[in-house]
């Protein structure tokens, strides 16, 4: 009798296991399914996405460039052009601007031409929330207001293989030389040379890269 309970039990066990591993095949399948679904949707949001900014602003996108996010487009004083394969997942572009090949411009990063131009080379990588500004208000005579007064500024130039740590701030009319790198919430109001690495609140070069 004891052998019989023994072995119906051992079949339910096997039975129940047997079941589990069915069920635990269908919902690794599913979420199989649902990450390609997923994956298939994003594609054809940013493949919508690309067709739509060419036909609305004119933006010139390169082949393989990929632009998951950009929530505000301006080309009313410039052309932006993007090359080859970059990601693009900014808040804001504002022309004119133009980004080179295989170029990272993270979340919530907005990069502002305006009455000068951005020019950013390749293998560049932006970290979220990078401000890059080519103009800036005249704001010196106290007698006006301050948005009566014009803008100034001058081209923003960002060299090849450059970082730009989270947060950081880079004004108008600067240069960063290729290889350089700024650290987090740096505020970049000089120059950096090639391959420097420039941190705080205004910018200072603490070293070079090897
Ligand atoms: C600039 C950075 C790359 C340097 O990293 P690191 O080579 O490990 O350098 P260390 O941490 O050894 O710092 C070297 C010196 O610079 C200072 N420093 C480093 N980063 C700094 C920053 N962002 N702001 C101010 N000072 C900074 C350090 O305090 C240290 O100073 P000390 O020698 O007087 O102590 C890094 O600190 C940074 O800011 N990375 C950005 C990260 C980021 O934004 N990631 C987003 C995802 S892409």
């Not at 004891?2 to 399948?29: H, T």
Request: hydrophobic share 45%; net charge positive; proline share 2%.
């Amino acid at each position: 009798m004891g052998d019989m309970v023994g072995i119906s039990a051992g079949v339910a066990q096997s039975k129940y296991i047997a079941l589990e591993n069915v069920l635990n095949k269908m919902v690794s399948n599913f979420r199989n399914y649902f990450r390609l679904f997923q994956e298939i949707k994003s594609q054809v949001r940013t493949k919508i996405k690309v067709r739509w900014l060419k036909i609305f602003y004119q933006i010139d996108v390169g082949k393989g460039t990929i632009i998951r996010e950009l929530k505000y487009v301006n080309t009313d004083y410039g052309a932006i052009r993007i090359w080859q394969n970059c990601v693009i997942n900014a808040l804001a572009l504002a022309g004119p601007i133009e980004i080179g090949r295989n170029t990272l411009v993270n979340l919530y990063s907005d990069i502002s031409g305006r009455d000068y131009k951005v020019t950013i080379g390749n293998d560049v990588l932006i970290a979220p929330r990078v401000s890059i500004m080519a103009s800036m208000h005249n704001y010196r005579m106290k007698s006006n207001l301050i948005r009566l007064q014009g803008t100034t500024g001058g081209d923003v130039v960002i060299g090849n293989d450059v970082w730009i740590g989270t947060n950081a701030v880079i004004l108008p009319g600067i240069h960063i030389g290729s290889g350089a790198v700024i650290g987090a919430n740096a505020v970049v109001n000089h120059d950096v040379p090639e391959y420097a690495i420039a941190v705080g609140v205004p910018a200072k070069v603490v070293g070079y890269r090897e």
